[in-house]
DNA sequence: CTGAAAGCGCTTACAG
DNA sequence: CTGAAAGCGCTTACAG
């Protein structure tokens, strides 16, 4: 009402021009627009959820991780803290709430909360819950690719091109047998990064050599599967950790044989964290943006939500942050 | 309407039995209670917030955290996912939602995003936060003691006893010069502990080891503080590493001197990992029981809005996990 | 584009 | 303890 007096309009013309709804003049639009602004208004959010019949709510299904002690770690714990916290700012500032919904509880608790919709973290290749969700009929984005599935819904890093980014500059600094860390498990990204590596190689004649790492302990894991690649007889003179530590793993094992870190061996990282740049040598890494990637998962839900055209899926971008670890003398 | 029905009562007895108001037979209240389990009856929160003026968000003010890479990391990540999940649970258990807000968003959040009450996870003795929160007369709780003023909302941990609890540990396994590895800052779990240590030495005629810790990177700044305190003149029986990461580092830097944990040396953790469980020899550790605390601290804080008498500060007891660390064959 | 009306689901004040 | 009423702030359908 006070919005409305102010820019000299109809309720009904105040609410369509700051709702974008209806046939609103642009310069009435500018009006009210300007109105609610001088005035500091904000919609009231339970008002408008109560009369729309929406719960305000979205759900943010989260990938395993270490919950309790004894239990695996994530692939990133920082990166996940990073998702999700931009993911919930980016969900307030469309007017919901987000909820994050471990693993163990995903099952009751999709049953029975009244959310509007859905986002899952890293969907693996055999997913429950995608299938729980289709069967409840719910909307969802997917923060990675599902690959199971042919949806649209989903935003994911530019695996292919990162990777090759990556690669890129391991050749480029002289590498010639690199060497890939890959955490068990079937997430998109995984598996992505893992054809992405194989391709590359293939197109340039090498043979790629692919090392499974546990998830138990990503650090010590990493560690004790390096001293042990690194002793055999064709040792590599890269390699690339794809979980987060990974790498972290892998200098401790180089240091610890007395090889020259970039000089006899690279080290890079797929995914970066603050340890990384602390480290010494700091080691190089991709950064995959995950606020961006969070923040246009959401955003893609909402206009799902909001009965927008199905949008092509969404890649972000990642930077190849270069460090000392892979910073050959001239 | 429906639930009262069943119930054979009016709406206004349904309402008052389900919310615990007003003078409702012990019977009556029995009967809607059973009703309305029957019928799956949920109340809408977007009208009852409406209603009763509430905005229906808790905010969770959270401490400096790896951000981005290059920053300073939190002293416990892993314990913050756990807290952060125990808190959104249990806030929506609750009827609110939760919102996260990382340390650079606080001041502009705080005054422009409605919101009905704040918890602020770890206070330091200097909290720009907590004097915003006052101004703006905002309800809020502190997850562990606010150190510098005497509020009785918040949750702590029982530090004075979980750090005896483990020292006692130490001494009765033969330690007999012990050194606390303490992190840099001046969160009230890092100087309780520091003061429960220097007590109980005092105690025991005993003089305190307290080193002080980088947090820039956790695992490496504790191996290289590490390196240097084992091998100086009066080298230390046993260490207690504060922050998460820091025994990791220690049990580095012992390996890498040849010293044998536990017989030389025992490590242990203030706070428990999934890490500590995964290395070699796994690390005795307090459990700090993060998901009680997180709930505890929501629920003062629900009980504070709904205008209940100011509780007394809830202390949440932790355990101690033996392990190989400091386990030393009779 | 206006302006009055209706209703989302809830809680509460009130006369009986 | 009942039962009808009022109103939280919003959106939308509708006659003009």
Redesign the pocket.
């Known amino acids: 009402?006070?919005v409305?007096a102010a820019a000299?309009?109809?309720?009904?013309?105040?609410?369509?021009?700051?709702?974008g709804?209806?046939?609103?003049?642009a310069?009435?639009?500018e009006r009210v627009v300007a109105a609610a602004a001088e005035l500091g208004?904000?919609?009231?959010?339970?008002?408008?959820n109560?009369?729309?019949?929406k719960t305000g709510v979205l759900a943010m299904l989260l990938p395993a991780m270490g919950g309790t002690a004894g239990e695996n770690e994530a692939w990133g714990l920082e990166t996940y803290i990073r998702t999700t916290i931009a993911a919930a700012s980016a969900a307030f500032a469309h007017g919901y709430a987000l909820m994050f919904v471990p693993p163990e509880a995903a099952p009751s608790w999709l049953a029975q909360v009244p959310y509007d919709g859905v986002i899952v973290s890293d969907p693996d290749s055999d997913d429950q819950r995608l299938g729980q969700l289709e069967q409840l009929n719910v909307p969802f984005v997917t923060l990675e690719r599902d690959i199971a599935r042919e949806r649209k819904l989903y935003v994911g890093s530019d695996t292919d091109r990162n990777t090759r980014m990556l690669l890129d500059h391991l050749a480029a600094a002289g590498a010639e047998r690199i060497a890939l860390l890959r955490p068990e498990g079937q997430w998109s990204w995984t598996v992505e990064t893992t054809v992405a590596f194989e391709n590359w190689s293939a197109e340039r004649g090498r043979r790629p050599t692919v090392v499974p790492v546990s998830l138990h302990h990503l650090e010590g894991s990493a560690y004790e599967t390096c001293l042990e690649l690194f002793s055999s007889s064709e040792r590599p003179d890269a390699v690339l950790g794809l979980a987060e530590r990974f790498a972290l793993g892998a200098l401790r094992a180089a240091k610890e044989l007395g090889l020259a870190v970039p000089d006899q061996l690279m080290i890079g990282s797929g995914i970066d964290t603050s340890t990384n740049a602390a480290v010494q040598p700091s080691i190089t890494a991709l950064e995959i943006n995950p606020e961006r990637s969070a923040r246009a998962a959401v955003e893609m839900l909402v206009a799902h939500l909001a009965g927008e055209d199905p949008p092509a899926p969404l890649i972000v971008a990642g930077d190849l942050v270069v460090r000392e670890s892979t910073s050959r003398a001239a």
Do not use: E, H, K, M
């Open positions: 009402v006070d409305a000299g309009v109809s309720r009904t013309q105040a609410s369509d021009a700051l709702n709804r209806g046939r609103v003049d310069g009435t639009r208004y904000r919609a009231n959010l339970s008002a408008r109560l009369r729309s019949g």
